[in-house]
């Protein structure tokens, strides 16, 4: 099966936020999912979330956190925890593993869905950004339960010690 490049997709009508991912979403898209949901943070007159995950044919666990991020992000200022689309059992199986099913409502198909959604463009970041929202992205997921902090413990230790170093260290290696 091919990949296709990811990207994101938004739509924001009558207090509905819509966020549509698409294709093979990495760690690259990671500062686009980061800003919106800072924006969902502060947007007014929010009712309910979305994220449509039926035309995904990757989620890495880093775009995993930040969809996370977007259940914290909008805990208590919309009345029912935000839903994801996902009709891929592969998919459903991997969000019900990670815990998703007690911070998201998880279903195969939306009641409704906004006729148009904006693509989002890429915000780039740089190589210690990027870093870092790995680091955050995983430390989301690590409180997520119990299976999540002993299968990403490794990798935020490993994040961490790398990140201490540099912050030693910033001359980058020639």
Partial sequence: MMMHEGRLKAAFDSGV??????GDVRLTLCATLDDQVQRLAETPGLKAVMIDLRD??????????????????VQGKVEQPPTIVADHPDVQRMLDVMGFSHYFTLVEAPLSEPRELDELPQIEADEAGLQQRILEAHRI???????NRSEFQPLVELLETQQREHERDPEPLK
């Fill in 17 to 22: 936020f819509v966020l549509k991912l698409c």
């Fill in 141 to 147: 997921l690590m409180h997520m339960n119990e299976h």
């Fill in 56 to 73: 995904t044919s990757n989620v890495d666990s880093t775009a995993l956190g930040f969809l996370a991020k977007v259940a914290m992000a």
